[in-house]
């Protein structure tokens, strides 16, 4: 038997994340999504994981339209996937995505929260319950209100809130209802986020 391969360290791509970076858009949030995830670098020490709210029945080319614009890599949240530093995984159509005990991904078919499946507040929420301060919750473009709860127990566990600047938005209805439940952490426009993410990422895995 051969020599055991050597763990990566805590805070390099592919070790377990000291932040997790959950990203919420919604309507406008393609274009919000590339100009963020694209600008987040090969060597990024977080994970991140973002709910783009999408047509239920219709096939979904979010993964595969990210992937050709950025340098980590951009999967489907599959049952068990574990969050790691350096990826980017993406909630599917018609599907929540929780955060479980163990800090493994969990996908279910619960009905609408806020009127949409993939919810924010769903994952928000159950991420803060398990990673407590490490949650980063950032709530970009979209009409209604979801990830503003699930934004609000994220900052009632010691994590952190960014949102894009209002004024920023294609739509603000999120940020908006987001603002009226917490102070965000960072109020941004969306070409600043990348390279807030990228400080905070830094400062944790540091």
Known sequence: MGPAAAHPPAGSVGAAPSRTIL?????????????????LPRDFPASVICVQHMHPHQPSFLVQILARRCVLPVEFVEPGSTPLAGHILVAPPGRHVMVGADGRLELGDAPPVNHVRPSADLLFSSAAAVMGKGTVAVVLTGTGHDGAAGAAAVCEAGGTVVVQSPADCEFPGMVEATMELVEPDLVLPIAQIAPALERMAAEAAA
């Open 23 to 39: 990203v919420a858009s919604s309507a406008g949030g393609l274009n919000a999504l590339l100009v963020l995830l694209p600008a």
